[in-house]
C-alpha cells in the first residue's frame, strides 16, 4: 500500500506498476478544510467536505452533461463488521490487502480485487449504473487466487 502523493491524515492509495487501483478513507480521516484528492479526470470525484458551524452551500444542482465513462468504479463504506479487500493482478495473484472496519470507505478505481468478510458486516456500495448485468460488470479473473 503506498500514501504517496497524499498528506490528508487517514486516507491511504493503493498502486501496483504505477496504476492507482483504490483510495482508502478511514473513518479518522480529518481535514481542516474541503479537500479533494481524486484525479480531475477519474470517474469519481473523491474528497472529503469539511466547514465549519454556520457555513451554507447556497441551493444549487448538478445538471445532466454528457461524459463519457469507460470503467466501473466502486464505493464502500463498512457501517457494522469487518472485512479485508484484496487486490490482484490481472491472472488473479495476490498483490495486497487493507483491512476496513465501520466507517472506514474504499473506492475501487482500477484493476481485480476480492473480499473476505472477517465479522458479520454490512456495507453501503455504490457504483455508476446503469447496471448492464453481471456479465458484463463482473468479470472474474483469469487464474485462482
Same mark, same amino acid.
Given at each position: 500500500?503506498?500514501?504517496?502523493?497524499?498528506?490528508?491524515?487517514?486516507?491511504?492509495?493503493?498502486?501496483?506498476?504505477?496504476?492507482?487501483?483504490?483510495? @482508502?478513507? #478511514?473513518?479518522?480521516?480529518?481535514? *481542516?478544510?474541503?479537500? +479533494?484528492?481524486?484525479?480531475?479526470?477519474?470517474? +469519481?470525484?473523491?474528497?472529503?467536505?469539511?466547514?465549519?458551524?454556520? +457555513?451554507?452551500?447556497? *441551493?444549487?444542482?448538478? %445538471?445532466?452533461?454528457?461524459?463519457?465513462?469507460?470503467?466501473?468504479?466502486?464505493?464502500?463504506? @463498512?457501517? #457494522?463488521?469487518?472485512?479485508?479487500?484484496?487486490?490482484?493482478?490481472?491472472?488473479?495473484? #495476490?498483490?495486497?490487502?487493507?483491512?476496513?472496519?465501520?466507517?472506514?470507505?474504499?473506492?475501487?478505481?482500477?484493476?481485480?480485487?476480492? @473480499?473476505?468478510?472477517?465479522?458479520?458486516?454490512?456495507?453501503?456500495?455504490?457504483?455508476?449504473? %446503469? +447496471?448492464?448485468?453481471?456479465?458484463?460488470?463482473?468479470? *472474474?479473473? #483469469?487464474? *485462482?487466487?
Amino acid at each position: 500500500m503506498s500514501s504517496a502523493g497524499t498528506s490528508i491524515a487517514g486516507v491511504e492509495f493503493v498502486e501496483h506498476g504505477g496504476r492507482r487501483m483504490a483510495h @482508502v478513507i #478511514r473513518a479518522t480521516a480529518s481535514v *481542516p478544510i474541503s479537500t +479533494f484528492f481524486s484525479d480531475a479526470n477519474e470517474s +469519481f470525484q473523491v474528497g472529503l467536505l469539511a466547514h465549519e458551524a454556520g +457555513f451554507v452551500e447556497e *441551493p444549487h444542482s448538478h %445538471p445532466a452533461v454528457e461524459r463519457r465513462i469507460n470503467d466501473l468504479q466502486q464505493f464502500v463504506v @463498512v457501517q #457494522r463488521g469487518r472485512l479485508e479487500v484484496i487486490f490482484h493482478d490481472d491472472a488473479g495473484r #495476490r498483490l495486497s490487502s487493507v483491512e476496513l472496519g465501520v466507517g472506514d470507505a474504499i473506492v475501487l478505481m482500477h484493476g481485480v480485487h476480492s @473480499v473476505r468478510v472477517i465479522e458479520d458486516m454490512q456495507c453501503l456500495s455504490v457504483k455508476q449504473g %446503469p +447496471f448492464l448485468g453481471a456479465a458484463l460488470d463482473k468479470v *472474474p479473473a #483469469r487464474a *485462482p487466487r
